[in-house]
C-alpha cells in the first residue's frame, strides 16, 4: 500500500459529495416509503456493524450501503411531511447549501480577527432578523443591542440567566446567590429550570406558576405579582428572597400559549426582574404582520429567543439570541487567554468577540445559512411558507371540529392543534387518547405527541414540516377517523 494519505483532495471531495448529494436526494424523494416513527428496538444498531473500528479505508459505497440499511430505519424521520410531532425542525436547500460553506471553510469564529467575516456577517444577520421582526433598535448593533447565535434555546438561557444572576450578585453580593428567585409558568419549557439549575439557582426559588384553561394557560399577571411579593416577604432576614428572572413564553410546547408580555413586561421593571421572551418557535412567525402584535411590550425584554430551525427554513443548530445590554453577557462570560490576544483591533474593543457571547469557546459558522435562507427566499418566502401552515393547521382544525366525536381543547394558535377523542366517561379519556395516539404512530403512517392541559390528555398536532402539503393533513384526518373507529367500536 502505497504510503500517503490525502484526506482532502479536491478531485475526490466531488466524486464523493455527488454520491452522498445523490443520497440525500434520493432520501427525499423516498421519504414517505418510511414509517414516520422508527419501529427498531434498543440496541438494534449493534448487531448491525462491527464492534470494532476498521484498521484500513472502506469504499465510500459500502458506507452509503449501511447507511440505507441499518441508519435510516433507526431515524424517526423528522422532515417527512407526516411528521405531526413535538415542534418542526425544518430545512430547506438554502440552508443545506449554507451548512455545506460552514463546513468548507470550517473556522473556529471566537474572536473577530479569528474569522472576521464569521462574526461580521453573524452581526449583519441578526439585526437583518430583529428588524424582520420589527424589534426595537435598543436589540441591534445598529443601536444599542446586538444578537448572537446560540446552539439551542436551553444554552440562549443559561447565558441570560448567567448575566442576571452576576448582575444582582454584583448588587446584593455573594452571598445573596441562595437568595435568588426565578420566576416561570407551570407551561413553560423545562429548558428554563435545567438552565436555572445550571447557573446555581436553588431549586426551591424556581416558581413554576399555576396556569388554567381559563386563560388559555397564559401565565397570570396578577398571579406573578402576588408570588413576587410572597416572595419578598418570605425570608425572616432582614432582607427577604431576591426576585432575579422571569421568563415568559411566545408559543409555549404543550399548547402554544402566548403569555400576555407587556403586563408582564411591566411587573418585571417594577421589581427589576431581568425579562427573558422565549419566543422559540412562534416567534419567527412575528415576521408577518398579522402575528407582530404577539411582540407586543417586546421593548420591556432584557433579551429574546428564537429559534431559526423550527420555523424558518434554516437546520439545526440555530437558536437566535437578541440582548438589549450586550455588556450584561460579556461582564458575565468574558474571559481572557494572553494567546488571543494578537490583533490591536480587538484591544481597541471596537469589535465583536462573540466567544464572550456564549458558555463555549469555540464556535461554528452558523451565520452562513442564515444569511443564504434569507437571500435566496427573502422575506416574502419565508412569510408565504409560514402562512401555508397556519392555513393547514386551520384546516386541520375545522375538520376536528365538525366531527361530533371529537373536541378541540384550547384554541388553536399558530399551527399547532390540540384535541382529543371524547369519552363517554371522562375517567377513560387518558386512556382512549393514549390508544389513539399509539395506534396512529405505530402504523408508521405518521406521527403525533401529547401533552397533559389541566389533567387532560390532549394529542397535539404540529403542523410545520418543509415537505407537508395539504393532502397530507387530509391523509392524517383519515387515518385518525379510522383509528377512532376501530377503538370505539373495541370500547362497545
Known amino acids: 500500500m502505497e504510503n500517503t494519505f490525502y484526506p482532502l483532495c479536491p478531485e475526490s471531495f466531488t466524486s464523493e459529495s455527488k454520491q452522498i448529494i445523490d443520497l440525500i436526494a434520493q432520501y427525499y424523494r423516498k421519504i414517505e416509503s418510511y414509517p414516520v416513527e422508527s419501529q427498531v428496538e434498543p440496541g438494534y444498531l449493534s448487531q448491525k456493524l462491527p464492534a470494532k473500528a476498521p484498521c484500513y479505508p472502506e469504499p465510500l459505497k459500502d458506507i452509503i450501503k449501511d447507511i440505507e440499511d441499518h441508519i435510516f430505519p433507526g431515524l424517526t424521520h423528522w422532515l417527512s411531511p407526516n411528521f405531526f410531532g413535538y415542534f418542526p425542525t425544518t430545512t430547506s436547500t438554502a440552508s443545506f447549501l449554507g451548512e455545506m460553506l460552514c463546513s468548507a471553510f470550517n473556522v473556529v469564529g471566537f474572536t473577530w480577527n479569528a474569522s472576521p467575516a464569521a462574526t461580521e456577517l453573524e452581526s449583519l444577520v441578526m439585526d437583518w432578523l430583529a428588524q424582520m421582526l420589527k424589534l426595537p433598535n435598543s436589540f441591534m448593533f445598529s443601536g444599542t443591542g446586538g444578537g448572537v447565535l446560540q446552539g439551542s434555546t436551553c444554552e440562549a438561557l443559561v447565558c441570560c440567566l448567567a448575566a442576571a444572576r452576576d448582575r444582582a450578585i454584583k448588587e446584593n ?126 421593548k420591556l425584554a432584557d433579551s429574546i429567543s428564537i429559534n431559526a430551525h423550527k420555523w424558518l427554513l434554516t437546520n439545526l443548530d440555530c437558536c437566535c439570541l437578541w440582548v438589549k445590554q450586550p455588556s450584561a453577557l460579556t461582564d458575565s462570560l468574558a474571559i481572557e487567554a494572553e494567546i488571543l490576544n494578537n490583533n490591536i483591533v480587538v484591544e481597541s474593543n471596537s469589535v465583536v468577540d462573540y466567544k464572550d457571547w456564549q458558555i463555549s469557546l469555540s464556535r461554528r459558522f452558523r451565520a452562513m445559512k442564515l444569511w443564504l435562507v434569507i437571500r435566496r427566499y427573502g422575506c416574502a418566502n419565508l412569510m408565504l411558507h409560514i402562512r401555508s401552515d397556519v392555513s393547514m393547521a386551520e384546516r386541520f382544525e375545522a375538520m376536528v371540529a365538525k366531527d361530533k366525536r371529537f373536541e378541540i381543547v384550547v384554541p388553536r394558535r399558530f399551527a399547532l392543534v390540540c384535541f382529543r377523542l371524547k369519552p363517554k366517561q371522562e375517567s377513560q379519556g387518558t386512556e382512549l387518547n393514549k390508544k389513539l395516539m399509539n395506534v396512529v404512530n405505530s402504523s408508521g403512517e405518521a406521527f403525533m405527541t401529547h401533552a397533559m392541559l389541566g389533567g387532560i390528555y390532549v394529542i397535539r398536532c404540529a403542523i410545520g414540516a418543509t415537505l407537508t402539503k395539504e393532502h397530507h393533513v387530509d391523509n392524517l384526518w383519515e387515518l385518525i377517523k379510522e383509528k377512532a373507529d376501530y377503538l370505539l367500536q373495541e370500547v362497545s
Not at 432582614?238 to 411566545?250: E, K, M, N, R, S
Request: hydrophobic residues 40%; glycine residues 6%; charged residues 20%.
Open 173 to 298: 453580593g455573594h452571598e445573596f446567590i441562595t437568595k435568588l428567585v426565578v420566576y416561570t409558568s407551570d407551561q413553560t419549557h423545562f429548558a428554563v429550570q435545567k438552565s436555572a439549575k445550571i447557573v446555581g439557582i436553588l431549586p426551591c426559588n424556581f416558581r413554576s406558576l399555576p396556569t388554567s384553561i381559563s386563560t388559555e394557560f397564559s401565565l397570570s399577571p396578577s398571579i406573578l405579582r402576588e408570588a413576587i411579593e410572597e416572595d419578598k416577604r418570605a425570608d425572616s432576614d432582614i432582607v427577604g428572597l431576591v426576585p432575579l428572572f422571569l421568563c415568559a413564553t411566545l408559543g409555549t410546547t404543550t399548547s402554544c400559549a402566548i403569555d400576555p408580555i407587556e403586563e408582564l413586561g411591566e411587573i418585571a421593571n417594577d421589581y427589576k426582574l431581568w425579562f427573558h421572551i422565549d419566543a422559540a418557535y412562534a416567534g419567527s412567525a412575528c415576521i408577518c404582520p398579522e402575528f407582530r402584535h404577539y411582540l407586543n411590550g417586546v
